[in-house]
T-cell receptor, first 121, second 116 residues
Framework: GAVVSQHPSWVICKSGTSVKIECRSLDFQATTMFWYRQFPKQSLMLMATSNEGSKATYEQGVEKDKFLINHASLTLSTLTVTSAHPEDSSFYIC?????????????????FGPGTRLTVL | AQKITQTQPGMFVQEKEAVTLDCTYDTSDPSYGLFWYKQPSSGEMIFLIYQGSYDQQNATEGRYSLNFQKARKSANLVISASQLGDSAMYFCAMREFDTGFQKLVFGTGTRLLVSP
């Protein structure tokens, strides 16, 4: 249980185009989803936190108009990189948390997706 | 100040030996949780072990144990009987429950190489 999928697993696009990445919790309802970015040989940096049905909360320095996050249901969140540029090339990872519904064992845990590698030419 | 500090960029260990990966943290929140994740070259984040700030005993999960020293604010990961498949990046992370909601803050990671 507690599987999170991401699609696509990798994408190459031209500069100026928009790319949408999907994050799905397959066997649980995720009250909260998180989007991280990881540059090569660096740690994961949180970009934004999203709760189902409400606007995402972005971390300082993350442009909300560039990285559009939609958490329309308890099992799906999407990250759209608008007008992508080469500096947006990175590994994007989502995670999902069941919250209280996960019970005491999993309430604290975030389940990570396999990541999406974005390359902008 | 860094909330999570991992001072070892890389560690080497021989197969079947034990290895300790260091992690220190900084928080004024009395309620927090500490996590260790493994990230192989494929990129997925694999949850290894969790320690809550109020837990009385050190967490253990199979070959993984967490040496939690609250007064020193350290949460070192101990991997016993290393295996070749343990070669990966290892990240320590913290969640502050009163002030940080569910946000996870990661350290810079330690690359572990297990040799035959």
């Amino acid at each position: 249980g507690a599987v999170v999928s991401q699609h696509p697993s990798w994408v190459i696009c031209k500069s100026g185009t928009s790319v949408k990445i999907e994050c799905r919790s397959l066997d649980f309802q995720a009250t909260t989803m998180f989007w991280y970015r990881q540059f090569p040989k660096q740690s994961l940096m949180l970009m934004a936190t999203s709760n189902e049905g409400s606007k995402a909360t972005y971390e300082q320095g993350v442009e909300k108009d560039k990285f559009l996050i939609n958490h329309a249901s308890l099992t799906l969140s999407t990250l759209t990189v608008t007008s992508a540029h080469p500096e947006d090339s990175s590994f994007y990872i989502c995670s999902a948390s069941p919250g209280l519904a996960g019970g005491p064992r999993f309430y604290n845990e975030q389940f990570f997706g396999p990541g999406t590698r974005l390359t902008v030419l | 100040a860094q909330k999570i500090t991992q001072t070892q960029p890389g560690m080497f260990v021989q197969e079947k030996e034990a290895v300790t990966l260091d992690c220190t943290y900084d928080t004024s929140d009395p309620s927090y949780g500490l996590f260790w994740y493994k990230q192989p070259s494929s990129g997925e984040m694999i949850f290894l072990i969790y320690q809550g700030s109020y837990d009385q005993q050190n967490a253990t999960e199979g070959r993984y144990s967490l040496n939690f020293q609250k007064a020193r604010k350290s949460a070192n990961l101990v991997i016993s009987a290393s295996q070749l498949g343990d070669s990966a990046m290892y990240f320590c992370a913290m969640r502050e429950f009163d002030t940080g909601f569910q946000k996870l803050v990661f350290g810079t990671g330690t690359r572990l190489l297990v040799s035959p």
